[in-house]
T-cell receptor
Framework: DAKTTQPTSMDCAEGRAANLPCNHS???????VYWYRQIHSQGPQYIIH???NNETNEMASLIITEDRKSSTLILPHATLRDTAVYYCIVRVHGSSNTGKLIFGQGTTLQVKP | EAGVTQFPSHSVIEKGQTVTLRCDPI?????LYWYRRVMGKEIKFLLH????????ESGMPNNRFLAERTGGTYSTLKVQPAELEDSGVYFCASSRGILAGGYNEQFFGPGTRLTVL
């Protein structure tokens, strides 16, 4: 699975959009981009995933560049409860993959009032 | 629907003792994963069950760790004997069956915090 690079930490004002970048310059054509987050003292939580098209769900939007070498997770209206460590993970789909997730250091997002 | 549950939430033991962690996945989830985070490190994959079979145990650190999933329902992770470096948070996750070419999100439990003194 390709490696990812994320900033160590970011701040965001409550109510504003939080844009979390991720670099994955060695991504392969069959690798998807996933985002999970871990709120303090809880287990990681799935947010969203995508291959090459932009994706949106009730939690966030995922913007993947055309060359797929980077992506941005967008929380449109951050709240204090969005303070967490956000993980960008790249992995393949398919029966040959066991489904394990490889976590990096992630980005610690601090949402401030 | 109930989420993934783990027991105990905290465990404090002395070096050399044995500890058994339990994970109850979401009902109907064939896939069960164990991960752990030791102090200051990233969350690391330990192993993956599909029903009662071990699909991937490449992340198990050594033979002091034994995972079981009898009957394909709940799973236990035993550490025997425990060492200081085993301290950390152990997470369990479950997901539905992985369809060919597809993906099902993993639902994580709250974790068990293990402290070895």
């Amino acid at each position: 699975d390709a490696k990812t690079t994320q900033p160590t930490s970011m701040d965001c004002a409550e109510g504003r959009a939080a844009n979390l970048p991720c670099n994955h310059s060695t991504i392969s054509g069959n690798e998807y981009v996933y985002w999970y987050r871990q709120i303090h003292s809880q287990g990681p939580q799935y947010i969203i995933h995508g291959l090459k098209n932009n994706e949106t769900n009730e939690m966030a939007s995922l913007i993947i560049t055309e060359d797929r070498k980077s992506s941005t997770l967008i929380l449109p209206h951050a709240t204090l409860r969005d303070t967490a460590v956000y993980y960008c993970i790249v992995r393949v789909h398919g029966s040959s993959n066991t489904g394990k997730l490889i976590f990096g250091q992630g980005t610690t997002l601090q949402v401030k009032p | 629907e109930a989420g993934v549950t783990q027991f105990p939430s905290h465990s404090v033991i002395e070096k050399g003792q044995t500890v058994t962690l339990r994970c109850d996945p979401i009902s109907g989830h064939d896939n069960l994963y164990w991960y752990r985070r030791v102090m200051g490190k990233e969350i690391k994959f330990l192993l993956h069950f599909v029903k009662e079979s071990k699909q991937d145990e490449s992340g198990m650190p050594n033979n002091r760790f034994l995972a079981e999933r009898t009957g394909g329902t709940y799973s236990t992770l035993k550490v025997q004997p425990a060492e200081l470096e085993d301290s950390g948070v152990y997470f369990c996750a479950s997901s539905r069956g992985i369809l060919a070419g597809g993906y099902n999100e993993q639902f994580f439990g709250p974790g068990t915090r293990l402290t070895v003194l």
